[in-house]
């Protein structure tokens, strides 16, 4: 062959090798290999390919999960968790592809779902070298979601057992199986890089046969995911501030790097044939045991990925705001970052702004009628921008240089200004013709979210957080840019709001001190501290309770008839009606101008007063759910108007737009209870969907968040701009919203600071099927096949939400029974036991039960399952802890769990506080 051939040919490969690289997919995760393939995670379905890389050739599509793939030893069989039938649980198939066998029914719904930074349940994390023993990690018996227990499964099923350790997360087994390398430790998905901590992770050995432990790394950083082969453990650990691949010598007792990125971590790796595989940067990494040198794995994969093709999607049900036109002939709709109008009888449904990947948010409709303002970081900041209500043209970006994050808007009555807080703790408003901007108010204490105008677009009503962690109303004048403060430091208060004629502001107010005595807790709460309170802004204005007193009324003399001389025109009445409204303030004496309305102390927000009429929401605590009230103050009379969500009153304060259990109504101003007897129409709100836009706006948006919220101006030293290019070069890959939340949490963890998490989100699930539970611990006889109970969990039956249903009344199981049959059908010849009771919490279950493995005198008892045992768990573990203490001390001393900061928490305190309340002693847990 020529060299100029050669020379050719070599450049045809080095093309081909970059136009390959260049299609590369990223974001390929929970990496496996059996020495021939390679098979990984992608939108969380399971892909495989050749061990030097290629096309990817999918294994699995269901709309579940599939994650977390581990070759059997021999490399032909591939177990993952899958959440086929809706629940989280251990599968199986052959190590090409085929149909996953179900191999663990451990009925979790309820520990499934979980907040994201708890993990997976049922994670499936090895296999057992010497047996065909799948190994995971499931809370199926742990009442707390932190906490997880290691099991082992067979491959044909059967019920798995608990490895002999209290918990556990990532492990690994010597070669013969008599020992394992295990965290004690799960919390890879809490995104705590460069965590230094008592939760830092080492990584141990623990002995099966001596039943000691030893830990290997003892390192203040986080050690995790040990891989045993030969005679090392591999591990990951952060010591250099990067997650990187060491090794453990168990003959040398040393420990050596084997990589150094400095970019991302490496995650998820895993042990096979011959080579660690890892993920790193989106990318799926090999590590070749022998040689210790790794190199990328190039990938590709060519799909349709209809998970995130998008379309037409309404999203009528996903509405974050609503107001109502001036005339209210239309509502205003934000939804999914777009803004609609809907009519209030004909015409169609317009989306004003129709863009995937931008958020437009509190949108206001000018009392002109002329303009829809909004919120939108088309810019890539918070920017104002108004756009022609009827969507002729193209919106119009009114404020420039944002660089925080921007609070409702307000349009000023005159529809000249718009009006807005902001994260930087500052009150302004912006001439909407110029762009010019005027500063309001700064606050020092938290930022001003209750704002509004005065009906002649002359005065700025606003709550002030004050430093001592209250408001006060205060009034800033248009003429001279003056603050004056309404009313005294000394009472919270809130929503203020002008009366549409300009007599009065209005304001809620916690001024009512009606103590709640405890009886447990010998102590005082203050609850429904608030009511409605108004102040005259002239000192002219008379109180609108004021002694009335009915008077005969004299009829005028008749005024003298004149040659037409003074006499007004049509023209000078109509110039009269249009005489321009001017509130009228007197500062001096403002605050002791205030008056209470005669109501209940409760909780108000929203207020609103047209022609003598107060409109409020109340959410007291003898409220269901949210009431809208109207007060009559001619009348002094309070009605209650119904159960409303929400409200808007239109610019010509004759319509009210309302919401109630997600509908929205046009109705008139009301004076009496309302009705939703018509809605109004959503179905025409309608997004033509991108969702890689979308993703891409969702991720710009959380990084924004995050710099404009974080406690730390300096983001802990974070360089945040280059955070936001790392990660950001990811999002293009997104295929499933599970990723997008991985990546956020990864570029949130850089901040290094817990309790940040993201969660959440719109993506397929499986349709749940419910598993019944016996609130037992069951085994199976190895010579009958019949299931035996081991354990019955005791529960509190007089409360149904912690029933054991084999202590239920006329239910005669004890523990050491065998349970032959579950509806006739017998149980020697299950799989698995619980494989009988899939969709049967609630429902009458026969169990033909004997005290020995035989038909011979067996007897049918029939239950009620229940859906979860968490609570059941959590019963007993409290009820052998007190029984141990009380038993260790002579009954001198009480035990106390409190399980978490919440209500829970606080109700266990209380529940076995005060009848442990004379010990001489309490160990608090």
Same mark, same amino acid.
């Given at each position: ?73 021999? !490399? ?33 719904? !309820? ?10 349940? &049922? ?5 057992? &070298? ?87 790394? &003892? &390192? ?53 044939? $011959? ?35 998008? !379309? ?214 203050? /609850? ?21 007193? $009915? ?171 280059? /955070? ?34 993201? !969660? ?166």
């Amino acid at each position: 062959m020529s060299t100029s051939r050669i020379l050719v040919m070599i450049c045809i490969l080095l093309v081909s090798s970059f136009l390959f690289a260049q299609d590369e997919t990223r974001l390929l995760r929970f990496p496996t290999t059996n020495g021939q393939q390679i098979v990984f995670a992608y939108a969380f379905d399971l892909y495989t390919v050749p061990v030097n890389g290629g096309t990817a050739r999918k294994l699995t599509s269901f709309e579940g999960d599939e994650m977390y793939p581990r070759f059997s030893p021999d !490399g032909k069989q591939l177990a993952f968790t899958g959440q086929y039938d809706g629940n989280t649980e251990v599968f199986l198939m052959p190590a090409q592809g085929g149909v996953p066998q179900r191999i663990t029914y451990t009925a979790t719904l !309820g520990r499934d779902d979980v907040s994201d930074r708890m993990g997976p349940n &049922n994670l499936v994390i090895t296999w057992k &070298n010497t047996t065909p023993e799948i190994v995971f990690r499931s809370r199926m018996r742990s009442f707390n979601s932190f906490n997880g227990q290691l099991y082992t499964v067979n491959t044909t099923g059967n019920l798995p057992q608990q490895i002999e350790v209290p918990r556990g997360g990532f492990c690994s087994f010597s070669p013969d199986d008599k020992k394992m390398a295990y965290n004690r430790v799960f919390r890879e998905y809490r995104t705590w890089k460069r965590y230094r901590g008592g939760m830092a992770d080492d990584v141990w050995i623990y002995d099966f046969t001596t039943k000691q432990i030893e830990n290997i790394t &003892n &390192n203040p950083a986080q050690d995790i995911i040990p891989m045993w082969t030969g005679n090392k453990i591999y591990f990951l650990s952060d010591r250099d501030k990067r997650m990187n691949l060491y090794s453990y010598d168990l003959t040398s007792k040393t420990t050596k790097q084997h990589t150094t990125f400095t970019d991302f971590d490496i995650k998820f790796p895993s042990l096979g044939k $011959d080579a660690i595989v890892f993920e790193q940067a989106g990318y799926i990494w090999r590590f070749d045991l022998a040689s210790e040198t790794f190199a990328k794995v190039p990938i590709k994969i060519a799909e349709d990925f209809s998970v995130s093709r998008g !379309g037409i999607e309404e999203v009528g049900g996903n509405v974050s705001n609503f107001e109502i036109s001036p005339d209210g002939k239309r509502a205003l709709f934000g939804a999914r970052g777009d803004v609609f109008t809907v009519p209030a009888e004909h015409g169609p449904t317009r989306n004003l702004t129709a863009t995937s990947g931008v958020h437009e948010r509190n949108s206001k409709w000018s009392p002109d009628g002329k303009w829809i303002a909004f919120i939108s970081d088309q810019s890539g900041e918070n920017e104002i921008y108004v756009v022609a209500q009827d969507g002729k043209g193209e919106p119009r970006q009114v404020t420039k240089g944002a660089d925080t994050y921007y609070y409702q808007i307000y349009w000023s009555p005159d529809s000249k200004k718009l009006l807005w807080g902001d994260k930087k703790q500052r009150l302004r408003y912006v001439d909407v013709a110029s762009g010019k901007i005027t500063e309001v108010a700064n606050a020092t204490a938290w930022e001003i979210r209750q704002y509004a105008w005065s009906p002649d677009s002359r005065w700025i009503a606003y709550a002030m957080p004050e430093e001592e962690g209250m408001n006060t109303i205060r009034l800033y004048s248009l003429a001279d840019g003056k603050n004056h403060q309404v009313t005294e430091g000394w009472y919270a208060a809130n929503s203020p709001a002008f009366s549409n004629d300009g007599k009065y502001l209005l304001f809620a107010s916690s001024r009512d001190f009606n103590p709640i005595y405890s009886w447990t807790e010998w102590n005082h709460a203050y /609850q429904d501290m608030e009511r409605v309170y108004l102040v005259t802004l002239s000192k002219d204005t008379p109180s609108p309770f004021q002694p009335k007193s $009915d008077e005969v009324a004299i009829k005028a003399d008749e005024p003298k008839k004149d040659d037409g001389k003074g006499k007004k025109d049509k023209k000078d009445e109509k110039e009269d009606e249009k005489k321009e409204l001017v509130v009228k303030v007197d500062l001096e004496g403002l605050s002791g101008r205030v008056i209470g309305l005669s109501i209940q102390a409760s909780s108000y927000g929203n207020l609103a007063c047209i022609d003598d009429v107060v409109y409020y929401n109340r959410n007291g605590s003898k409220d269901q759910r949210p009431q809208l009230v109207m007060y009559d103050l001619k009348k002094e009379k309070e009605t209650e108007l119904g159960q409303v969500n929400g409200y808007e009153i239109s610019a010509d304060n004759k319509k009210m737009l309302f919401s109630q259990n997600g509908k929205y109504a046009i109705i008139d101003l009301p004076k009496g209870p309302v009705k939703m007897d018509e809605t109004l129409d959503l179905a025409g709100m309608e997004v033509h969907l991108d969702r890689h836009a979308e993703w891409q706006q969702i991720f710009n948006e959380a990084w924004r968040q995050m710099r404009d919220f974080f406690y730390a101006p300096n983001m802990h030293g974070v360089d945040w701009e280059a /955070q936001r290019v790392k990660y950001g070069a990811l999002v293009p890959y997104v295929n499933h919203r599970k990723d997008l939340t991985y990546i956020i949490g990864e570029m949130i963890g850089e901040l290094n600071v817990g309790h940040a998490y993201v !969660g959440g989100g719109e993506f397929p699930t499986a349709k749940r099927i419910q598993m019944g539970l016996l609130g037992a611990e069951l085994s199976r006889d190895p010579a009958s096949k019949y299931y035996r109970i081991e354990k019955i969990l005791e529960g509190e039956n007089w409360d149904n939400s912690n029933r054991s249903p084999l202590r239920d009344i006329g239910v005669h199981v004890n523990e050491g029974d065998y349970i032959l049959a579950v509806n006739g059908e017998s149980t020697n010849q299950m799989d698995n036991i619980y494989a009988a009771l899939v969709n049967t919490p609630g429902k009458q279950v026969v169990l033909t039960v004997n005290g020995t493995p035989n038909t011979a005198g067996s007897r049918t008892v029939t239950v009620l399952p229940i859906r979860d045992e968490s609570g059941l768990y959590y019963y007993n573990w409290v009820q052998d802890n007190i029984a141990k203490v009380d038993k260790a001390t002579g009954g001198k001393v009480g035990y106390i769990h409190i399980p978490d900061m919440g209500p829970n928490g606080l109700n266990e305190f209380v529940k076995h506080f005060y009848p442990q309340l004379r010990k001489k002693a309490l160990i608090i847990d």
